[in-house]
């Protein structure tokens, strides 16, 4: 069982920034994918950004050049982050940290608890 905990949302105005973080403990394994996803409301969830145990991310184009995604790897472990910057109002959404291991033909996908971001006008 993986472990997420989710943490970093709030209120901010627009321009302002942000930083989640999301910390993945329990049976996890070296070679992963995590990244973030968020939906708001009456919208589908939309990949946000994603980052690989190689360091290779992808992000969506409406937060190229604003947001980062970054994660450290420790043994019992890995934490991602999204540090969100020149954050806008269509920003708002719950943001979901989602931890993905492929083991042969299998897909292993956990997803947090979500963590509201709100961008005021």
């Known amino acids: 069982q993986v472990r997420l905990v989710e943490s970093g949302g709030g209120l901010v105005q627009a321009g302002g920034s942000l930083r989640l973080s999301c910390a993945a403990s329990?049976?996890?394994?070296?070679?992963?994918?995590m990244g973030w996803y968020r939906q708001a409301p009456g919208k589908q969830r939309e990949l946000v950004a994603t980052?690989?145990?190689?360091?290779?991310?992808?992000?969506t184009d409406s937060v190229k050049g604003r947001f980062t995604i970054s994660r450290d790897n420790a043994k019992d472990k890995d934490t991602v982050y999204l540090q969100m910057n020149s954050l806008k109002p269509e920003d708002t959404a719950v943001y979901y940290c989602n931890y993905v291991v492929v083991i042969g033909p299998v897909k292993y996908d956990h997803w947090g608890q979500g963590t509201q971001v709100t961008v005021s006008s």
């Open positions: 329990g049976s996890i394994f070296s070679i992963n994918t």
């Open positions: 980052t690989t145990s190689g360091g290779r991310t992808n992000y």
